[in-house]
């Protein structure tokens, strides 16, 4: 009965500080203090301890002796890694649901205008929230579940979710370009053309994340607690 009656403070405690994590608010290298988040929350220690311990089974944080527990730093090497899988992943996903007969056309091109409305002024969280149903659209028209889960655990990452804040108006503009031609390669059934649209969109995106000198991410300079 005690665990039962936990449960539902550790599932929100882990869905809050995962979707904190996501969206850049504990930005890399950030502390998770039991104590701060069980106060925050309006919970005990306890189940705080095992939502952290379930971050770190998610590969968002890590539990260190010295420090305690901190949200995982990426280096250029997990870049590298991270989006490699994404490029063979998502590929493979573009590739199979240009001949799946399964891809929503129409609901596609609704997310491409949705997003084209929101560039100027860039909307980021809009446009990360419109990127990624996109994205999962291509997902499950190109895969069953296996697929679907492999691609959503590389999706989901931090360093994906925050990318459009470091979008400049010009790579911004090629981004949605590129989805365009991608929903046009799947409706002309190409899988050829869907998976090197989706290549070259994916390298794209990995440049922006590499370029240090790009535009700051705001959110990413908050609470970066020593």
Known sequence: MTANHGAPAVDRVHTALRAEILDGVRPAGSRLREEEIAEAHGTSRTPTREAIRRLAADGLAELTPRRGAVVLAWDDDDLDELFDLRVLLEGHAAARAAVSGRADLARMRDLCAAMEAVEDP??????????????????????????????????????????????????????????????????????EWARAVMTAHLRAAREVVRDRAGPPDRTAAADRRP
């Open 122 to 191: 860039p909307d980021h969280a809009e446009i990360t929230r419109l990127n990624l149903a996109l994205h999962h659209e291509i997902h499950r028209a190109g895969g069953r579940r296996a697929l679907r889960e492999l691609v959503g655990r590389v999706v989901e990452a931090p360093l994906v979710r925050t990318t459009f804040r470091r979008y400049t108006a010009e790579r911004l503009a090629r981004s949605f370009a590129q989805h365009r031609e991608l929903v046009a390669a799947l409706a002309a059934r190409d899988p």
